[in-house]
């Protein structure tokens, strides 16, 4: 594992526009001594349905935090059989890659006919 992979990223978005770089996915900007995470952490906020008063007295909403992992494909697809590879993409209901595959180049070609 690379200490390449350890940096806190910024997660940026785009203004949503017809003609953008991401196609309005959110992005990170790698710099060029590192490399992609390799896992992000990020906060979950979810409020439970009650209240309490704030320093104001104030009812505020009860907000409860959780903690989210969200892994590189990538590097687990370099270090992981196809096998277990292929379970993982299943558990996130994914197909498994080479079906993947098979049907992107099928949407592909038929985009190309159009």
């Given at each position: 594992?690379?200490?390449?992979?350890?940096?806190?990223?910024?997660?940026?978005?785009e203004?949503y526009?017809?003609?953008?770089?991401?196609?309005?996915?959110p992005?990170?900007?790698?710099?060029?001594?590192?490399?992609m995470?390799?896992?992000?952490?990020?906060?979950?906020?979810?409020?439970?349905?009650?209240?309490?008063?704030?320093?104001?007295?104030?009812?505020?909403?009860?907000?409860?935090?959780?903690?989210?992992?969200?892994?590189?494909?990538?590097?687990?697809?370099?270090?992981?059989?196809?096998?277990?590879?292929?379970?993982?993409?299943?558990?996130?209901?994914?197909?498994?890659?080479?079906?993947?595959?098979?049907?992107?180049?099928?949407k592909?070609?038929?985009?190309?006919?159009?």
């Amino acid at each position: 594992m690379s200490d390449n992979r350890k940096w806190v990223p910024e997660i940026v978005y785009e203004d949503y526009e017809e003609h953008n770089l991401s196609g309005g996915l959110p992005f990170i900007q790698v710099p060029p001594d590192k490399e992609m995470p390799d896992i992000i952490f990020i906060l979950g906020s979810e409020e439970t349905g009650d209240f309490e008063p704030d320093i104001d007295g104030e009812e505020q909403p009860i907000v409860e935090m959780s903690v989210n992992q969200y892994a590189n494909m990538k590097y687990l697809q370099e270090g992981l059989s196809t096998e277990v590879y292929d379970q993982v993409r299943q558990c996130l209901n994914l197909l498994p890659l080479e079906e993947a595959r098979t049907r992107g180049k099928e949407k592909a070609e038929n985009l190309i006919k159009k």
